[in-house]
Nanobody
Framework: VQLQASGGGLVQPGGYLRLSCEGS????????IGWFRQAPGKEREGVSC????????AYADSVKGRSTVSRDNAKNTAYLQMNSLKPEDTAVYYC??????????????????WGQGTQVTVSS
């Protein structure tokens, strides 16, 4: 089972990025995908998640209205579009699976399998 997150980079405040999470070695379409981030010196926090058949999406209050989570099950890939980026969005972003996507931001402790992170830096 592998998850590969990508799409991070350096972006100016107000800019946008689309993160991708590609899965392999398991039936990714059957499982929810969670997005998380960890800033230096802070705990990992849930950002967004999407259920297996897209019937449920959830966002942390800090990104609600600026982000859109989606997935393409035919490509075994999930996405996190982040707009109007702020310096406080700077963090390593991770995707994870084998956990629940409910109506609130995902809980890191409930997700079992993680990809490596991708760095997002928002700075002028």
């Amino acid at each position: 089972v592998q998850l590969q997150a990508s799409g991070g980079g350096l972006v100016q405040p107000g800019g946008y990025l689309r993160l991708s999470c590609e899965g392999s070695g398991f039936g990714m379409p059957n499982f929810a995908i969670g997005w998380f981030r960890q800033a230096p010196g802070k705990e990992r926090e849930g950002v967004s998640c999407i259920s297996n058949h897209v019937e449920i999406t959830a966002y942390a209050d800090s990104v609600k209205g600026r982000s859109t989570v989606s997935r393409d099950n035919a490509k075994n890939t999930a996405y996190l579009q982040m707009n109007s980026l702020k310096p406080e969005d700077t963090a390593v972003y991770y995707c994870a699976t084998f956990g629940p996507c409910l109506v609130t931001a995902p809980e890191p402790d409930l997700f079992d399998t993680w990809g490596q992170g991708t760095q997002v830096t928002v700075s002028s």
